[in-house]
Antibody
């Protein structure tokens, strides 16, 4: 059974940093592309990034490019989202998702990031 | 970047009604389109991929169609448990943009 468990969310001040983790199980982690998607309170879904470990690297939305970095540790079956220079508008629930051919087949439960002073 | 526009933004219909939600891409995306259902307080759930392929376990009253720039999600007979917000998403290439969502309520 595929499971994705996000962690690392919390309250951070504007300009601060946070690293989210997405622990994966039930599939061969390195064989699949993964995405981060976020949802601000009461708002719609916003695609953040896609990551492939086969040389494709990571791609980012305009709103986070240069501030967020995706990486993975295949030995731990874990995807990371390093978030720097956080802004109030980054406040959201962050989901990781396992992709099949580009579409998000499985989603984690999400972790809430609140950027506030 | 390609923009995804859904219509309507909200919709109220009666149980048993046929419901149609539209998603339009600002440029052609072939059939690289997925539809998601998100019930209040829940994680998004994949309904349809490749524009018209029903994900396993999704009720057959849901269907998708379209190619290129214009896509449709149809619920053939609305059920109370279909109350949710529905999103389309393109995935032909990054950015994998979502539509703004369509909130569906029961009349």
């Amino acid at each position: 059974e595929v499971q994705l468990v996000e962690s690392g969310g919390g309250l951070v001040q504007p300009g601060g940093s946070l690293r989210l983790s997405c622990a994966a199980s039930g599939f061969t982690f390195r064989s699949y592309a993964m995405s981060w998607v976020r949802q601000a309170p009461g708002k719609g879904l916003e695609w953040v990034s896609v990551f492939t470990d086969n040389g494709g690297g990571a791609k980012y939305s305009d709103s986070v490019r240069g501030r967020f970095t995706v990486s993975s540790d295949n030995s731990k079956n874990t995807l990371y989202l390093q978030m720097n220079s956080l802004r109030a508008e980054d406040t959201a629930v962050y989901y990781c998702a396992k992709l099949y051919g580009g579409y998000a087949r499985y989603w984690g439960q999400g972790t809430l990031v609140t950027v506030s002073s | 970047d390609i923009q995804m526009t859904q219509s309507p933004s909200s919709l109220s219909a009666s149980v048993g009604d046929r419901v149609t939600i539209t998603c339009r891409a600002s440029q052609g995306i072939s059939n690289y389109l997925a539809w998601f259902q998100q019930k209040p307080g829940k994680v998004p759930n994949l309904l349809i991929y490749a524009a018209s392929t029903l994900q396993s376990g999704v009720p057959s009253r849901f269907s998708g169609s379209g190619s290129g720039t214009d896509f449709t999600l149809t619920i053939s007979s609305l059920q109370p448990e279909d109350v949710a917000t529905y999103y389309c998403q393109k995935y032909n290439s990054a950015p994998y943009t979502f539509g703004q969502g369509t909130k569906l309520e029961i009349k």
